[in-house]
């Protein structure tokens, strides 16, 4: 079993710039691919990015790439989502989740775990 807790969500000025954590309780991220997931009012929830197990291959949302970096730190209990020139569109519940697989996948339905969310609002 892995507890997910989500952090660093907010309110930030179009432009601005938001770093996200993910800690991972119960095991630690070393034997799981990580991703982040979004899901805003009335849309589906979709994805952001992962960071493939054991390896830093790392996969990005056409959406976001350039501007997110996904990332985890040596201990493996954190994966953190740097989000760099935000715009409102931006704005959603942002999750952590993850999964033992290691194939690409943009499908929530593939991944075991989830946290509960944190909210990002970027204002215009």
């Known amino acids: 079993q892995v507890q997910l807790v989500e952090s660093g969500g907010g309110l930030v000025q179009a432009g601005g710039s938001l770093r996200l954590s993910c800690a991972a309780s119960g095991r630690t991220f070393s034997g799981y691919t990580a991703g982040w997931f979004r899901q805003s009012l009335g849309k589906e929830r979709e994805f952001v990015a992962d960071?493939?197990?054991?390896?830093?291959?790392?996969h990005y949302a056409g959406s976001v790439k350039g501007r997110f970096a996904i990332s985890r730190d040596n201990a493996k209990t954190t994966v953190y989502l740097q989000m760099n020139s935000l715009n409102p569109e931006d704005t959603a519940v942002y999750y952590c989740?993850?999964?033992?697989?290691?194939?690409?996948?943009?499908?929530?339905?593939?991944?075991?775990?989830w946290g509960q969310g944190t909210q990002v609002t970027v204002s215009s």
């Open positions: 989740a993850a999964r033992s697989s290691i194939y690409y996948t943009t499908s929530p339905g593939t991944y075991d775990y």
């Open positions: 960071i493939i197990r054991y390896g830093d291959t790392t």
